[in-house]
């Protein structure tokens, strides 16, 4: 559901009931039933961010998605490295930012990609350069959170995952199930199925079963949904439900245009038939874009925000002030900020910030003098 | 090329000059009948290619290791293992004795560091072996050959280029055995990343001096020279396999059946599982068996009697010195 309609049904619905006498519904009404619609207001010029990774081996469509997925092309560059160059390539973190606009509203859309993981002929660890950038940007959020001038604090924790298991296997392989119980806890794992053109209706049910249960009998603790509020339409309860069911998703990724059944739609064209990405009954690329972008973004950010980010900060400050007793040392009532990892850029821009307030505070400091003096004569 | 005599009966000469040597076809055709023919293929890829699917659709019949085997759910083993399969089969009066080596777990794990070993292992055991009963003082008539003919190597169609993975296993088994590279599961290719996959994966082989089936270094003649070129232009050939009939245009046809459209196994326009069959079973199967018995056994062959060990000790795989001089 578009977020404009969403918040004009919520004032509808505070508003509805209290249809009395027009003079009682002056009496009652405060206003402040508007305070959604000025929330929103205020949010459309500020504009929203959104942080997304993606990980899995290499040929698994990943690039390809992201493009459909939010339109864009960010991936035009790229050069592909054959075998030899791969045989000593490590995992690299590398992020895209592209700023979306539609309607009014702007997205600052950052991907976070992983090119090298699960390549090589030994793979032992190899997320660990990712859950060690997932906590690095724990632990810059966490020391602007808590540092004095809190103004320009840049979000950039990693607010969802996309994991691509590939179609080819049976369920999940070793490198799969140690990679999202590495990564469950500090971040939101969305699994999915990628290339899932080669597989058959039957044959993508039984993988999602296989997936599915193999995810429980791990442990590993996936995105889950949120319960729908009870006062919720059927059909939207019926739709939640078809969601919840339907994961991992299945997805096919398309940059290019195809005539399908006269009309033009993204898809790929093969000798035997066409595949339609939007098309409901080819994948599950619309209800994944549905979740990730129209109804779910919000509680992506919310959920690393309130449970993954305040895990990371709980644990850290347990470890400072365990460190700290053993060190002896008194005990502060402000905890240290842990070691800042050298981030160059992060470091420059705030440094820029900082003296660009001091220019403006110098500024302001000249004219309260000027005005000052002005008075005096 | 040797001189080649014919004798043709003239018009009006009767029977002077017809010898009769080539009746000596006909009498070799009829022994192989009687005695039948052995091939021994290996498929090695990782888990969910497609492999015992493929080895069905090539043979027409279940003979995999998978459909011998009852499973429930297939499990990625923690280490490799090697399982064979034999079965005889029939068509036309000629018999076969097909053996299908299986090697689960290859590449599944996390680290495969050396998940070639074990192959290489049983490869030059098969080798041994041949060789223990041809170097015995009484020789069975016909030594049973389990050396494997054909290694059918599964590529994953991620469409880019070939992984680390595959070039180690490539390069080190294409000394020892006929590797014949596919890519698996190709409908999820379409013909223009095909194209560019194969042209990658040509590029990476030569770049590697890989020498896949069927090598250029044993082309017997022109004529040979020029058969083979045209296939070395089309490998890796992109597969499909299937096990599953479908209804096509009032015919029914091995297929996959999706939403948007039935993939027919058989349809060279579809994917290449027939020119695949046609190399391995319909044209080239004496030269590839040919190639192992007197290429690639006579090396290893050469190379065990030039040792001064005795061949007791070392029934099961070349001693470690050995095993690392012949690797790059």
């Not at chain 1, 919520?10 to 009682?24: A, F, K, N």
Request: with cysteine; charged share 30%; glycine share 4%.
């Amino acid at each position: 559901m578009d977020a404009i309609m969403l918040q004009e049904k919520l004032v509808e619905r505070l508003l509805c009931p209290r249809v009395r006498t027009s003079r009682q519904k002056e009496k009652q009404y405060v206003g402040f039933a508007t305070l959604p619609n000025q929330v929103h207001r205020k949010s459309v010029k500020k504009g929203f961010d959104f942080t997304l990774m993606v990980a899995g081996e290499s040929g698994m469509g990943k690039s390809t998605l992201v493009n459909s997925l939010f339109l864009t092309d960010l991936y035009k560059d790229r050069k592909l490295l054959n075998a030899e160059e791969r045989i000593n390539q490590t995992v690299e973190i590398i992020k895209h930012t592209v700023d979306i606009e539609e309607k009014g509203v702007k997205l600052k859309l950052t991907i976070v990609d992983t090119p090298g993981f699960g390549d090589a002929v030994n793979n032992n660890e190899c997320w660990k350069p990712i859950t060690d950038y997932i906590d690095q940007q724990f632990e810059q959020y966490f020391r602007d959170e808590s540092g004095l001038n809190r103004k320009n604090i840049q979000d950039n924790r990693v607010h969802c995952c996309l994991y691509f298991i590939p179609p080819f296997g049976h369920g999940l392989r070793p490198v799969d199930v140690e990679f999202m119980k590495a990564l469950h806890e500090k971040v939101n794992v969305v699994p999915l199925i990628a290339k899932a053109d080669c597989l058959t209706p039957s044959e993508i049910k039984k993988l999602k079963d296989r997936v599915r249960d193999e995810i429980e009998r791990f442990g590993i603790k996936v995105y889950q949904f949120p319960e729908c509020d009870s006062d919720e339409d059927e059909e939207f309860k019926q739709l939640d439900k078809e969601l919840k069911e339907c994961c991992p998703f299945a997805v096919i990724g398309s940059n290019t245009v195809v005539e399908a059944r006269g009309q033009r739609v993204r898809g790929r064209l093969y000798p035997w038939g066409i595949v339609e990405v939007e098309n409901q009954s080819h994948c599950d690329f619309v209800k994944l874009r549905n979740i990730l972008i129209r109804s779910h973004m919000h509680d992506l950010k919310d959920v690393t925000c309130d449970m993954h980010y305040e895990n990371y900060r709980a644990q850290c400050i347990q470890d400072m002030t365990s460190k700290l007793t053993q060190d002896n040392r008194m005990e502060s009532p402000i905890p240290m900020l842990p070691q800042s990892t050298p981030d160059v850029e992060t470091d420059r821009l705030i440094k820029m910030k900082d003296e660009e307030l001091a220019r403006m505070q110098e500024m302001l400091n000249k004219m309260q003098q000027q005005i000052h003096d002005g008075k005096d004569q | 090329t040797p001189h080649s005599c014919k004798t043709v009966p003239g018009p009006g000469m009767g029977d002077f000059s017809y010898v009769g040597i080539d009746a000596i076809l006909e009498q070799m055709r009829r022994k192989a009948m009687k005695q039948g023919f052995e091939l021994n293929i290996m498929v090695v890829g990782q888990s969910g290619l497609g492999k015992s699917t493929l080895m069905n659709t090539l043979f027409k019949s279940k003979v995999s290791r998978k459909s011998v085997q009852a499973t429930s759910q297939e499990k990625i083993p923690k280490t490799i293992h090697i399982k064979s399969v034999s079965h005889d089969i029939e068509e036309k009066g000629v018999r076969m004795k097909l053996t299908v080596i299986d090697t689960p777990g290859f590449g599944d794990q996390i680290n495969n560091e050396n998940c070639w070993q074990p192959i290489m292992k049983f490869i030059n055991a098969q080798y041994e072996q041949y060789l223990q009963e041809e170097i015995n003082i009484n020789r069975k008539k016909r030594i049973p050959d389990s050396r494997v003919h054909c290694c059918i190597y599964f590529i994953p169609p991620t469409g880019h280029c070939l992984r680390p993975l595959d070039v180690e296993f490539m390069r080190r088994l294409s000394k020892v055995v006929n590797i014949v590279p596919v890519i698996a599961k190709a409908d999820t290719l379409t013909l223009e990343e095909r194209d560019f996959f194969k042209q990658k994966i040509r590029e990476e082989l030569r770049a590697n001096g890989i020498d896949v089936y069927p090598q250029k270094e044993f082309d017997e003649d022109a004529e040979d020279r020029m058969i083979n070129d045209k296939i070395r232009e089309m490998i890796p050939f992109a597969v499909v396999g299937s096990d599953q009939e479908y209804q096509v245009n009032g015919r029914r046809l091995l297929g996959r059946k999706t939403k948007w459209g039935t993939i027919e196994v058989e349809n060279i326009a579809h994917c290449e599982f027939a020119y695949l069959r046609d190399l391995l079973i319909r044209t080239h199967m004496e030269n590839i068996k040919d190639i192992t018995s007197s290429i690639h056994y006579e090396v290893y062959r050469v190379r065990r009697l030039n040792e001064n060990n005795t061949a007791v000790a070392h029934a099961n795989g070349l001693p470690q010195h050995h095993m690392t001089s012949h690797e790059m």
